[in-house]
């Protein structure tokens, strides 16, 4: 599972970076004579309400879903790291702190904040990205808090303070690593969720605006064709879900690979 | 019992304080004078400083803040910009809607899930269980803005059994609640399938089975009753999820519930109701985790003494 995973998040990264020069064809010339026309030899996956072709608009979308993954990914998997590491080393007040506001965005169902802030920020790629890190931050310093509650009692820890290290040395050095495995798979797997959240959002219209060709754009504008042009909801509807698809089987993978116990049984 | 409920409820308060802190806080996020944002550029300054009266915002915000929780705490959320209707009462008038596919999304998530979810643990290892696995991970892959618009494809527009959107019979909710309900499915079965095979490796199953028991009584009555505890939770978990599918799923099928609601106000720029949808969304959910934990406390005395 995790090679057809990691397969076919190579074949995304390959697409989104080489596609739009092999496809030769400019995601935003119109050709309004021929609008709504289905996959053909010379369209694969045919032309939309614009005349435009949604094949080379699937592979010019594939950059922001992959661009929205990483920027998403990597400031939430940072934050929450640092966050999490420093509630769970000192605890007290500090642990208090931040576990309550952890607890307060919790409280929020998965997208609704996401929702709610792009809503009142304005809804464009930037915000998007916001949106999601400010929520996406939380679950990495649940998960890394809980690791370092665990890890701060180990002996290789504890010698590590009695040698007189630093807290930062220790936290870097000692604390964090143990964690790393653990942030790996969840970034994986929130690799998954940022490219289907960011397409959510835009599909419901608050995420990237067009022209700028993106899954969930495309989606939403295929939305008052499905009578007459069901390919303009069909192609990046696949899109995403084979990508989101190969993020999940590569993180279960990772999961299987980096934690023997939950991974038999949890498959 | 009475001690876990109490602590219990009191962990909630500053959740429910934050969270309305945090839903206040929307309106103040607004880039520029939020009046202004309201009634667009092309507003003239005397309704503007009109609408910023009327909405409090002339006030110094602490007041705002005040007035803001006394209103919550009293139902009274405002009233929408656009049609003047109480945000209580536009709210209200939606909830049937969305009670009603919530409730339908669950049932069949749970129809599908923990048959599936079964046979895989059952038959672990085999084609059947890499079948169930490989379908679940689907589920959890394909958005609900896909599946949805696929599924009006095929059985409203291809095959003209089920109507496309809106709200009357039985046969409007089929495929909202499919769409709906396919995620939570996908992660129910997975859940049913990791700790059915967790219970089976228990002792008091081989024990079963050694007294006789056929292996599916052994599988049925025996561990497939302990291992409902963590699914149950796993359920009260993911009414959350329900709720945010349901802005989608609303939108898709044209469902005039909350969740379509939010969708519109936001278009419309009606913060009132914006606010009024998030507030109630995320206080149910709240609601909804803490009846969980309670109801699961109950069922293992463990948990209250934790």
């Known amino acids: 599972m995790s090679k057809v995973g990691a397969a076919t998040v190579l074949i995304a990264i390959v697409a989104a970076l080489i596609g739009p020069a092999v496809a030769r064809v400019d995601p935003a010339v119109q050709d309004l004579a021929r609008r709504l026309d289905g996959p053909s030899a010379t369209h694969w996956f045919g032309l939309d309400e614009l005349g435009r072709d949604i094949f080379a608009r699937v592979l ?60 009142v920020l304005g809804p464009n790629l930037t915000n998007v990205v916001v949106a999601l ?49 653990a942030v790996t798979v969840q970034a994986t797997l929130g690799m998954g969720g940022a490219i289907l959240a960011e397409a959510a959002l835009s599909f419901l219209g608050l995420g990237v605006q067009p022209p700028t060709p993106s899954w969930g754009t495309m989606l939403n504008g295929g939305r008052t ?33 980096l934690d023997p116990v939950t991974g038999r049984g949890a498959g | ?37 309201m009634l667009g550029e092309s507003a003239s300054p005397q309704d503007v400083a009109e609408l910023r009266a009327r909405l409090g915002l002339d006030r110094p915000l602490v007041e705002q803040y005040g007035r803001f929780l006394q209103g919550a705490l009293h139902g009274d959320l405002g009233r929408s910009l656009r049609t003047n209707q109480p945000v209580s009462t536009a709210i209200l008038e939606r909830m049937p809607a969305t009670i009603e596919l919530a409730a339908a999304a669950m049932i069949v998530a749970v129809a599908f899930a923990i048959p599936l979810g ?17 379908l679940s991970l689907l589920g959890i892959s394909i958005p609900n803005f896909w599946l949805g618009p696929l599924l009006a494809i095929v059985f409203s527009i291809e095959l003209g059994w089920l109507p496309v959107s809106g709200r009357g019979t039985w046969a409007h909710l089929v495929l909202p609640a499919i769409s709906l309900g396919a995620a939570l499915a996908a992660i129910l079965a997975r859940m049913t399938r990791a700790t059915l095979l967790e219970e089976l490796r228990e002792q008091y199953v081989t024990a079963a089975r050694a007294r006789g028991a056929s292996r599916a009584r052994a599988v049925v009555r025996h561990a497939f009753r302990n291992s409902l505890i963590p699914v149950i ?26 969740g379509r609601l939010l969708i519109q106000s936001i278009g419309f720029r009606d913060y009132p109701l914006v606010q009024g949808c998030i507030l109630l969304i995320a206080m149910t959910y709240v609601g909804m985790n803490l009846l969980t934990d309670l109801l699961y406390g109950l069922v293992d005395p463990r948990i209250r003494y934790e």
Do not use: K
């Not at chain 1, 992959?66 to 400031?75: A, D, E, K, R, W």
């Not at chain 2, 079964?118 to 490989?134: C, L, N, P, S």
């Open chain 2, 118 to 134: 079964i046979v895989a643990a059952v038959w672990r290892g085999t084609a059947v269980d890499h079948t169930a696995t490989t």
């Open chain 1, 225 to 257: 064709h499905l009578l007459d042009a069901p390919h303009l909801t069909i192609f990046p509807g696949l899109a995403i879900a084979f990508l989101v698809l190969g993020f999940n089987f590569l993180g279960d993978g990772l999961r299987d690979a």
């Open chain 2, 233 to 258: 939770t796993l359920i009260g978990l993911q009414f959350g999820a329900v709720l945010t599918g349901a802005v989608i799923t609303e939108t898709i099928f044209a469902w005039p519930g909350i």
């Open chain 1, 60 to 119: 010019a979308g594939a950059r922001i879903s992959l661009l929205v993954g990483i920027v998403v990914v990597s400031i939430s998997s940072a934050v929450g790291t640092l966050l999490g590491s420093i509630a769970g080393y000192f605890g007290g007040l500090v642990d208090e702190t931040i576990s309550r506001i952890i607890d307060i965005l919790l409280a929020f169902p998965g997208l609704l904040l996401a929702i709610a802030l792009v809503a």
């Open chain 2, 1 to 37: 019992m009475l001690r876990f409920l109490a602590r219990r409820l009191a962990l909630t308060i500053p959740v429910l304080l934050g969270v309305a802190t945090l839903v206040f806080s929307l309106i103040h996020l607004i880039p520029g004078d939020p009046a202004q944002a």
């Open chain 1, 133 to 181: 890190s400010l929520i996406g931050w939380v679950g990495y310093a649940r998960l890394v808090r809980g690791q370092v509650l665990r890890a701060r009692e180990f002996e290789f820890v504890q010698a590590a303070r009695a040698l007189g290290a630093g807290t930062p040395r220790i936290l870097a050095r000692h604390v964090i690593p143990t964690a790393l495995p």
